[in-house]
């Protein structure tokens, strides 16, 4: 494994309030200067600075801890920033091996609005990697989460292999 940064277990991470939980199981990647959304589903468009850490985070949305649980049991996966292009020069990765569990957090539970329409994840486990500051310029996020076995999230079964809407090259940030 490879990693330039905290674990999800660090006080600085988990600590802080970050976006809202739609996100949760959406396969989106977020970006987080803390305390503002970078980018993803709450995506504020406030700058990132160059220089100042960045939070990327993936999350894992489903009906009970037990599902979340076994999700992080048979996950698996990596990330890689490039510079430029999405086919860019290398500046940060990470991967990790099936049920490592450093960059994720426990299942906890989510709540959401009256009235918000469902059926929605009642638990959530997020990836949390940091990367200590990067040059100005533009960035493109590469991730995939894969599954050893089928993992079902109390709707849907997933796996095995990449999760639809955790592989790709969708992300971009633009450092200032």
Known sequence: MTTSGQTADDPGVCGQRFCGQREASSGCCTFYNPPRVIGGVQDVHHPINAGDPIYLTIGWGALNNTL?????????????????????????????????????????????????????????????????????????????????????????NYGPGPVPGFAGTDCEMDVS
């Open 68 to 156: 979340a649980t076994t999700f992080l049991k048979h996950q698996y996966g990596s990330i890689t920033v490039h510079q430029g292009s999405a086919g860019g020069t290398v500046v940060a990765s990470v991967s990790w091996p099936v049920g490592d569990t450093t960059y994720w957090t426990a299942p906890a539970k989510v709540t959401f609005p009256p009235g918000t329409p469902g059926p929605l994840p009642k638990s959530q486990t997020k990836l949390f990697w940091l990367i200590n500051g990067l040059a100005t310029g533009t960035y493109y996020v590469d991730f995939t989460i894969s599954l050893d076995q089928t993992v079902n999230d109390g709707l849907n």
